[in-house]
C-alpha cells in the first residue's frame, strides 16, 4: 500500500544522501545516523527470524558491516534505504542462522525455518506499524495503549492516569490521528 | 457530549472527539451508546470513523515494542569501525602486492626485452596518442601516449579532475576496447588499475599491453571506476578516448 508523499520522497533522499557519504568512505555520522532510525526495526526483524537475542545482536552488528561494505552498490533508483536494509539483515539473518552457535538452538527447536516472503513482509509492516505507535507523542501514545492493549475503556484509563475524562477522550483523538499521519509518512495508504 | 465542548477544542466542523473512543472500543456504554445516535446523522464523525477504522485495523498487527540490547549501538559501530581498518590494511597489501608484481613484470620485460632488442636491433616503433573526456561531459579529462617497443606497447597515461577514491571503496582501471564490444559480448583487455591523487590527478601512469594498438583499427582507452577486485569490468565508465595513431 504505498503512497509516495513528499515527505517520503525527502526522507528517500537524504537517506540516500546518507548512504553515498557511507560509501565515500565516512564510516563516522552517517553510520550512527542510520543507525539510530533502523536498528531498532532490524532488531525486531532479525529477533523474529532467529528467535534468539543474542544471534540478533549480532545480526544487528553485521547488517551495519555490510552496510558499510556495500553502501557503493546501493541504487537509489532501484529502492529506498530501508528496503536495501532490511534486504541485507535477512541475507546475516540467513547466515547467521548456519553459524555452529545458531544450529545448537536450531537443534533445540527455538529457530524457526526461513521465514517465507509474505511472512518477512507481514513482519516487515509490523515492525513499521510498531515504529510508527513509537514515534508518536507520549502522552497520547499512552491513553492509546492503555485502549488498545489493556482494553480499558477512557472512564478507566481517567481514574488510570489521574487525569479529567475530557483530557482522555482529545488525548485518544489526537493520538489516533497522529498515528495516521505518521503511517502515512511510512507509506501505509490510511 | 454538547457540540461546543468539542468545536471548541478540536475547531469548528471537527468530529467529535468520541470518533476515537468508538473506532477504539474505549467508550463507556453511557458514551456509547450515545455516540452511535449522534453518528447516524453526522457527517463529520462518519468521515472521521471511516478514516481511523484502518489505523485501528493496523494497530492490531504492530510488533510488540522491542528495546534495543544497551550497548548494542557501541558494539555496532566499533564493528564498523574495526571493519573500515581491516579494509584499509587489506587494501594497503594489496597495493604491496601490486607494487611487487610490477617490479616482477618489469624485470621480466627488461630481460625479455634486451634478449630481443639484440636479437632483432629494432628501435622503438610508431606511437599512438589517446585523448579521453568524460562520456557525459565534465571536467575529467585524460590523455595517453602509447609507444611501440621491442617488448611490446609502453602506454604513459596522465589523468587530472577524477574524483578520489577512498581506500577500500575501489579504484580506476584503464582499458582497452575492441570496436566489436557489446555489453553482452565484452571485448576488452585491462591495461592497468590506479588512483588519483587528492586532487583527481594522476601523471605518467606506465603501463604496459600485449594488444597492438596501432593494427587495431577502431581501439578505444575507456577508464572505469571498479568497485572491488573482481577481474571483470562491471563500473561506469569515466573517461573515453579513440586511440589514434600519432601525427
Known amino acids: 500500500m504505498p503512497m509516495r508523499d513528499e515527505d517520503g520522497h525527502d526522507l528517500a533522499r537524504e537517506e540516500a544522501a546518507l548512504v553515498a557519504r557511507i560509501a565515500a568512505g565516512d564510516h563516522g555520522m552517517p553510520v550512527a545516523e542510520l543507525y539510530r532510525r533502523y536498528a531498532g526495526r532490524i532488531y525486531g526483524f532479525t529477533l523474529r527470524l532467529l528467535r534468539d537475542p543474542g544471534l540478533a545482536e549480532e545480526a544487528v552488528q553485521e547488517t551495519f558491516v555490510r552496510l558499510w561494505r556495500s553502501a557503493g552498490r546501493f541504487d537509489p533508483d532501484r529502492g529506498t534505504v530501508g528496503a536495501f536494509l532490511f534486504v541485507m539483515a535477512r541475507s546475516v539473518a540467513a547466515d547467521v542462522r548456519k553459524r555452529p552457535s545458531a544450529q545448537i538452538l536450531a537443534a533445540a527447536g527455538e529457530i524457526e525455518l526461513p521465514a517465507v516472503e509474505d511472512d518477512v513482509d507481514r513482519l516487515m509492516e509490523s515492525l513499521v506499524v510498531r515504529e510508527a505507535l513509537d514515534s508518536i507523542g507520549a502522552p497520547q501514545r499512552d491513553v492509546l495503549s492503555l485502549a488498545f492493549d489493556q482494553g480499558m475503556t477512557q472512564t478507566e484509563i481517567a481514574e488510570r492516569l489521574a487525569i479529567p475524562l475530557g483530557t482522555v477522550k482529545t488525548r485518544m483523538y489526537h493520538g489516533l490521528r497522529s498515528l495516521r499521519v505518521a503511517l502515512q509518512k511510512r507509506a501505509f495508504d490510511v | ?247
Open chain 2, 1 to 247: 457530549m454538547s457540540e461546543s465542548h468539542w468545536s471548541d477544542e478540536l475547531g469548528p466542523g471537527a468530529a467529535h472527539p468520541d470518533a476515537a473512543g468508538w473506532v477504539l472500543g474505549a467508550l463507556s456504554p453511557a458514551d456509547a451508546e450515545e455516540f452511535a445516535r449522534h453518528l447516524q446523522t453526522c457527517l463529520p464523525c462518519q468521515d472521521a470513523v471511516r478514516d481511523l477504522q484502518p489505523v485501528r485495523a493496523l494497530m492490531e498487527g504492530a510488533a510488540p515494542p522491542v528495546d534495543l540490547p544497551p550497548g548494542l549501538q557501541a558494539r555496532t559501530l566499533r564493528a564498523v569501525e574495526a571493519a573500515a581498518a581491516e579494509d584499509a590494511l587489506r587494501r594497503r597489501r594489496r597495493g604491496w602486492l601490486r607494487a611487487l608484481a610490477a617490479v616482477a613484470a618489469a624485470m621480466l620485460v627488461l630481460v625479455a626485452g634486451g634478449v630481443t632488442w639484440t636479437l632483432s636491433g629494432r628501435q622503438s616503433g610508431p606511437t599512438v596518442t589517446i585523448a579521453m573526456s568524460a562520456p557525459g561531459g565534465g571536467p575529467a579529462t585524460g590523455r595517453a601516449v602509447g609507444q611501440d617497443t621491442p617488448h611490446g606497447w609502453s602506454v604513459q597515461l596522465s589523468v587530472s579532475g577524477l574524483p578520489p577514491i577512498p581506500e577500500g571503496q575501489g579504484h580506476y582501471e584503464c582499458w582497452y576496447v575492441a570496436p566489436s564490444d557489446t555489453p553482452a559480448h565484452p571485448h576488452a583487455v585491462s591495461a592497468g588499475s590506479f588512483e588519483v591523487q587528492s586532487d583527481g590527478s594522476a601523471s605518467d601512469v606506465r603501463m604496459w599491453t600485449v594488444v597492438d594498438l596501432q593494427q587495431q583499427k577502431g581501439t578505444r582507452m575507456i577508464v572505469t571506476r571498479e568497485p572491488d577486485d573482481d577481474p571483470a569490468r562491471t563500473g561506469p565508465v569515466v573517461l573515453t578516448g579513440p586511440v589514434q595513431a600519432a601525427a
